[in-house]
């Protein structure tokens, strides 16, 4: 069984919320008597004092400078053992320090510059035998995902985590300074000169890391080309639970079993997944980063889920000599996800495509689409107008960094955005341009607040419906 353990809380990067098997000391309690009340020892009374567990990490360094330092080390940087890093993640066969691992305290930091490039192995080597029970193999540490390319200031669209740090093992090719990989196929983003298209021998050689949350769904993914955020647990657990908005017969007006949803920004499977477990019909998704598409596609055998992969060329059309209809014919019904890797602008053009392409009763109407890319994902505010069913409504679910004072500002903004596209989209004229006329077309159902993304800034989910074309024209005459 794969595990996921953390014994630490990261800002950002590579993530995980689960705790590790290491149980805090415990003290013994003293009981209180009376002071006119005789204390009666019995040996059933008497408890043998636990045994105190350490922490793995803790411990492991604490063995490195004992056993393989001068003894007076401690004394020559004035470090006391009990001062050593603690915190941690597991994801097997990876060791995950935090990126104030080596640094903190100021003491520690001394030590560890003055060790020697062997010495230094010899420490992760000791760190991952205390791991020994977990099979790690390989030592890193995390770094912050940067949002621009530090060198030309590019939007960072693809979520290249180049902070992480390899310690200890063989992590494969390591990712080239400029983007080498590139894929031809040039793509509309500021700065972004080609979207990440890895070649079969880049994903054989890479190694790869893998986490089991939420009911047991195993996520996989390349920890030096992909990013795993463990702050989305939660929102991967709402889709799962009962009071998601939208996800049940009720509010659908069909069984979930015969819907569809649409993923945006797949990524490695955040929330594909947990559409999947919940019992959606399938999965359209769409994204860029060719590292993150085999990480969902890996995810997706693991889960026991089908998978096909597509690729899309600059002008939306399929590469590989495929076509749409092709596509269709090869759909079966164990095939619960289809990524299309590419640039999801042409996602509505893609599905409608697929959908004239079916026979009647096979295609399954888009009630969710998914917009999970931070900072904003207001570029594809209108495709998602497109792809909702026009005949029964859905939902979209928009992912945003919001100010926290302004909250409710954002919710109006987006919900006003999207009530306007929608009419749009559905060919109704409003009678007026005002935010009330647009709300007859989409109402801001549940806004979730995720996790803090950085200070004052707040990661929002707002649920918001979309009308049927029925409901919308009824409501603008």
Known sequence: MHRCIENYLPSCGIESIMQPNIKAPEQEATPSHPADTPVISSPRLQRKPKKQTLNPLHHSIQAFITQHLPPDTLAKHNLTLTSLPKRFTIYEPLL????????????????????????????????????SRYGLTHVA??????????NSGAENRIRSPGGLIPLYGDFGPMPPASPSFACPAKVEAEGEAALACPTSRDLEQAFWVRTVQNHGIVQ????????????????????????????????????????????????????VFSY????????????????????????????????????VGEDGSLLGGHSLREVVERLTEEDRVVVFHGDNRFAAQILGEIRESMRPGEWNRVRHVNLGLLPSSCFAYENACRIVDGEMGGWVHVHENVNVQAIEAKRDHVTAELGKLREKVLGVKPQSTTTAAAAAAA????????????????????????SSSEETKASTA
């Open 96 to 131: 995950l320090l935090p990126v104030n691992a080596l640094t903190t305290p100021p003491a520690w930091h001394s030590l560890y510059q003055e060790l020697t490039a062997a010495q230094r192995q010899t420490l992760f080597a000791t760190l991952l035998q205390s791991f």
């Open 141 to 150: 540490m995390n770094a912050p995902i940067a949002l621009t390319d530090p």
């Open 220 to 271: 996989i993914w390349a920890p030096l080309y992909t990013m795993f955020s463990r702050g989305n647990i939660t929102e991967k657990a709402r889709i799962l639970g009962n009071g998601f908005e939208g996800l049940d017969e009720r509010q659908l007006g069909e069984y979930v079993s015969g819907t569809s949803v649409v993923d945006m920004y797949a990524g490695i499977g955040y929330f």
């Open 276 to 311: 999947l477990k919940r019992g959606v019909k399938r999965v359209w998704g769409f994204e860029i980063n060719g590292w993150s598409v085999e990480g969902l596609r890996r995810g997706c055998m693991e889960n026991g889920w089908g998978c096909k992969v597509f690729r």
């Open 443 to 466: 109402e801001c159902r549940h806004v979730e607040q995720v996790k803090t993304y950085a200070p004052g800034v707040m990661h929002c989910v707002f649920d918001v419906r979309l």
